[in-house]
């Protein structure tokens, strides 16, 4: 039996670590090292011919390209002029291979967006942990650095694609549960002994948010080439200032006015706190729960690639072809009460009679219109249109 785009990237990210068992590290602020047996393993995702041939496209322009030297005094970032064509912003080739030669790493930002081995492997986790996940890509050359020690705002997992490098990671955590609003500012320092690390080739390392770390190529190794996947999980604090942006117009107790006349009197206290438990209880209300799932689902249906289960000529579905639901395009079924549901993807959402979702269902594990039954096959046609549905 073929494995899913989830089950092939799970098992590339995480090896024989369960499903269970990844989601409890996730839950957690424990670092983890993942040994791998295959130097070979993520050479399918990337190689350094395959950013060498990034480099000498149109597409190789800031801000997705950047450079880093751990050397530097100040911020590790190059300043951009340094490897960027004059008044413009697509990279300067040669100059790129001059800093890099003098031991600035080579960064691109979410190569995901256009390498398609990355591409696949991110949708993978996607449809495993239900958020955004992103590629940066880092080629350090030997006795080198790129960033010096830091934290990041959301989880990660590196791959060690080639090369070797070494790795200092510190238990304690300075600043629980940072995020793109709590950035690292240089104003933390670690505590504790740091646990040094090599990292082969086929080795994974994962680092919850607040972790603080640095790594650095040995004089006399290769260059290193590792890929950053960036696990872009909302946090309930962004989420909530989107919600209560959208629920403002409906709900009166979030519009009440903040009673500044009233703060100076000896009431004043007590006026604002009966306004804020009347807008905190709008918030606890269970329907707000099943709001912020929809909007945390459709958010990643809306700011990811689409990568629709179909091409630019692809035939419609004839009745004997074999279909199911995309396993890249990311879609949400959402059921009513009275019968029937919502198909929510990408740019769009139909609504299901009853009927119809059975036959959804019966393309959850691949089916064909004549399997469903009559009338079957204009819906499929509909849905393959949009990219929901692809062929088996």
Known sequence: MSTTVAEEAWSLAFGALSLEDGMALREGTAWRLISGNDPD???????????DAFLRTDAAR???????????????????DDYIEEGGDRVDLPALFD??????SLVVSQFQEIHPPLARF?????????????ANIYLTPPDAQGF???FDTHDVLVLQVSGRKAWRVWDHIPYAAPTRHTPWANNATPEGEPHALLMSPGDVLYLPRGVMH?????????PSLHITIGLMEAGMGEMLRALLDEMEGEEPALRAAMPTWRLADPEGATVLRDRLAAALAVLARPDVADRLTMAALDRLARERMPLPGRSLHTPPPGPDDRLRLSETMHHTLVPFEAGGAALRWYGGVEKLTAR????????????????????ALDFCRRLARHGVLERV
């Open 41 to 51: 393993r993520f050479r399918g995702l990337l190689s350094i011919a395959d950013i």
């Open 356 to 375: 119809e979702l059975d036959w959804l269902m019966g393309l959850e594990d691949g089916a064909t219109a004549a399997e469903l039954g009559e009338e």
């Open 214 to 222: 640095e790594a650095m190529v040995q004089q006399g190794e290769e």
């Open 122 to 134: 991110c949708r993978g986790l996607e449809k495993a942990f239900l958020h955004g996940v992103q």
């Open 99 to 104: 800093r890099h030669a003098e031991g600035a």
């Open 62 to 80: 800031t801000p997705r390209v950047s450079m880093a030297d751990g050397a530097r005094k100040g911020s590790a970032g190059l300043p951009i």
């Open 148 to 150: 010096r020690v830091h």
